[in-house]
């Protein structure tokens, strides 16, 4: 008997649909990871600013589920604000009560030199911006050490007035500065906007 030209038409979608769900399901990248996250704090209506943690997934959960985290600047209670993605579905959650939250491992990560957070004559000038406030600006400074101490660099930014100008700095303690290590502006370089970072020598 000649099968039908209709029914060989018809099984046509089905195979597709057959070959389709039995290729692997490609792995989430960090980015969108990030997106997902993004994507469920716009959805309850939180602003938190840019990620300072992305950490792959850890041992699957009791439903055998394995966890992205993403953690922002924590709020101004001191209370974690994470994000946890599905390894294998992207649904994005915020974490069940008693989770435990996991934590960047900050050691030896940014690379700066043993000695260089040691008082010397140079500060580093991460942006002056005229047009953003002082309060803007101290709350960049806190996200900026929030960002460093999970990642790794010792959180030394600070918000400096020079010339009636609100500067963020890193390495400024009052009267005194560090010793230069360009190995703080690659780690700007690496994961925040301010690219064009550089060194000062504070007067004598």
Known sequence: MRSSPLLALLALPIVALM????????????AEVVGKADSLQRALGADWGAPIAVLQPDAADADGRRWWQVSYVP???????????????????????????????????AGI?????????????????????DDDLAREV????????????APRFSLRNARDEGQIVYGWAGDAGMRRDDAVRDWLRLRTPYSDAYWVELAQ
């Open 75 to 109: 709020g101004a209670d001191g209370a974690d604000r994470v994000v946890l993605v599905d390894h294998d579905t992207g649904w994005a959650r915020l974490p069940p009560a008693g989770w435990r939250i996991r934590h960047a491992d900050a050691a030896g990560s």
């Open 142 to 153: 806190d996200r900026l050490n929030a960002l460093a101490g999970n990642t790794g660099l």
């Open 19 to 30: 070959i389709v769900a039995c290729e692997p399901r490609r792995p989430l990248v960090r």
């Open 113 to 133: 030199a043993p000695d260089a957070l040691q008082p010397g004559a140079d500060v580093l000038i991460v942006t002056t911006d005229r047009e953003r406030s």
